[in-house]
């Protein structure tokens, strides 16, 4: 799965230095496919019944699963790109947002809720613990959530209707990976658990609703959303996050969580 996750976080600092005004979302998903197929992996968003890309390119508005085509992007958008690959059956599945052009270029509201949900990912993925409870993922995404509404003097919506979950030999498994805090029992998290952690986090309410082409989930009121992804996996040592080029370690250090890599 490491390997699979090096691919998926591969393709897309590659696509960061693609990412510019001009580009179409299209032509990004043409990258990283010819990418991914040529070092070795099969695009798994290729393997959903009825999807053909190797992303989902959401722009604005769009929360998730928005599908690549004939867009041209503008210096300001908010862009999220999800990205994932599998090798020798096995799968990787990573998102990250930008601001096309560079953060400068576009509203700085836009620019702070990508940060304030790449903040809440790596509080959630802090929060595992071997033999730990599922629940304190998203407990700690909605804590790190409201603190930054409260600094910010604005209240982010945290989306409800889509969640991270469990990856390995399938891109998509149990459990459900709530981006909130769940009261009562939760399913525990083993030595060996592998999970895909994702907080969408939208600049006004979290209502949202799937457009016509059955994929692209926009919100209600047309503001912004940001979405932030890593695949991670449970050692005894600790944290090791698949899709991260240094596993994490940088980011879990300097948050007092254990890293713990294999080999």
Do not use: K
């Amino acid at each position: 799965m490491r390997v699979a996750g090096l691919l998926v976080g591969r393709t897309l600092e590659m696509l960061r230095g693609e990412i510019r005004e001009g580009v179409t979302t299209g032509r990004l998903d043409a990258l990283a496919e010819g990418f991914i197929r040529d070092h070795g992996g099969v695009p798994n968003f290729q393997l959903v019944p009825g999807y053909r890309h190797t992303l989902c390119t959401s722009v604005g508005d769009e929360i998730v699963h928005g599908i690549p085509g004939d867009r041209v992007l503008a210096a300001g958008d908010l862009l999220s790109i999800d990205c994932g690959a599998e090798v020798e059956g096995w799968n990787g599945d990573a998102a990250m947002t930008v601001v096309v052009g560079g953060d400068e270029a576009g509203d700085p509201a836009a620019a702070r809720l990508s940060e304030v949900t790449r903040r809440a990912l790596w509080v959630g993925i802090g929060a595992l613990r071997p033999n730990g409870d599922l629940n304190d993922v998203g407990g700690g995404v909605e804590d790190s959530v409201r603190a930054d509404a409260r600094a910010d003097g604005f209240d982010y919506g945290i989306v409800e209707d889509y969640t991270g979950h469990g990856i390995g030999e399938q891109m998509h498994l149990p459990p459900g990976v709530p981006n909130y805090r769940v009261r009562g029992r939760a399913p525990q998290t083993p030595v060996g658990a592998t999970l895909a952690i994702e907080p969408m986090v939208t600049l006004g309410d979290q209502a949202n609703h799937v457009l016509d082409d059955g994929w692209t989930v926009v919100t209600d009121d047309g503001r912004p959303a940001a979405h932030w992804e890593h695949s991670v996996a449970l050692t005894e040592q600790g944290i090791w996050v698949l899709t991260a080029l240094d596993g994490g370690e940088s980011e879990l250090t300097a948050r007092g969580a254990p890293f713990g890599p294999l080999g």
